[in-house]
């Protein structure tokens, strides 16, 4: 064991013997603020009812974050502390260490989001949740402090990137033919997943594939707007979830699991659903449930 993973398991053992069940259960939902499930219903949330416009910028963001991070994870293949040290973890987690993909995507995401607001405060609460998070993967013993601050540093290049070149990549498309976009979709997934075949980057480019064409249709024939009164906008988000739990959830459980055959051709099919769920499928049961307000794309309003 280099001297590295000794000190971050050092560092580890210190902030476990500070802690206890109450310490511990509180840093359990915390991590949870950086899991995949809480993004999924954030994100949600934010393109329904809040601003779908800013929703789907920060759904791409979200995606190119983890694809990078899934990619630079087999690329150093670092071991998690409980690998060198089976016990010292608090939850149960898999895959490589470096960097820790909570942490960056942490930085990316709720950095997205104080930007967004452009007040003070909220920057002071991102920054806390950003910290906080990356310390919980620390003490709940499934990342070494190296795994963190490397995190950390990536999303906030990440986030600085995003910043500056995500707008006019969303203005740029939205000039181009259909059929070229739906093409570079394609081609861009299908080349992806050719090159890197794992479970988590199926799964991060299935959603693109399909939100990604839920969107373009979205944005071709009807504007992309969350208007409606505060009623119909708390209304959607629940009506939305239903289905979206239902994949994915109700298909992990009936689709073939891990190890068996055809696993990843399936494990593609489920998130590109949900994806194309969440991009077309809801907005447009919204529209027939008369809880919002959409425009056609010649500009006159639909109910």
Not at 191 to 196: D, F, G
Not at 221 to 226: A, D, I, Q
Request: hydrophobic letters at 50%; a positive charge; aromatic letters at 12%.
């Amino acid at each position: 064991m280099n001297e590295a993973f000794s000190w971050g398991i050092q560092v580890i053992h210190k902030m476990q013997d500070l802690g206890g069940p109450l310490l511990t259960g509180f840093f359990r939902g915390i991590t949870f603020l950086g899991a995949e499930e809480f993004y999924l219903l954030l994100l949600s949330l934010v393109f329904w009812s809040l601003d779908t416009k800013f929703g789907a910028r920060l759904v791409y963001v979200l995606l190119i974050s983890g694809l990078i991070n899934y990619l630079l994870k087999d690329l150093f293949a670092q071991p998690r502390p409980f690998v060198l040290e089976p016990g010292i973890n608090l939850i149960a987690t898999e895959g490589y260490g470096l960097p820790s993909g909570h942490s960056q995507t942490a930085v990316v995401v709720w950095g997205t989001l104080a930007s967004r607001m452009k007040k003070p405060w909220a920057w002071v609460a991102a920054v806390i949740i950003m910290l906080l998070i990356g310390i919980t993967r620390i003490y709940l013993g499934v990342h070494f402090p190296t795994d963190v601050l490397t995190g950390w540093v990536i999303g906030a290049v990440l986030l600085s990137v995003a910043e500056w070149i995500v707008p006019g990549v969303f203005q740029r498309a939205g000039g181009m033919p259909m059929i070229l976009s739906l093409t570079l979709i394609t081609g861009i997934t299908a080349a992806a997943v050719l090159l890197h075949p794992t479970k988590e980057s199926v799964a991060a480019l299935a959603t693109f594939w399909g939100y990604s064409h839920g969107l373009l249709f979205l944005s071709r024939y009807f504007s992309l707007s969350c208007s409606g009164s505060v009623g119909k906008r708390i209304a959607r988000y629940p009506i939305g979830l239903v289905v979206t739990l239902l994949l994915y959830l109700g298909l992990k459980v009936i689709l073939p699991q891990e190890g068996e055959k055809l696993y990843l051709l399936f494990r593609f099919i489920r998130y590109a659903l949900l994806g194309l769920w969440i991009g077309l499928g809801a907005p447009l049961v919204f529209r027939l449930l008369r809880l919002t307000k959409t425009e056609s794309s010649n500009g006159q309003p639909s109910q």
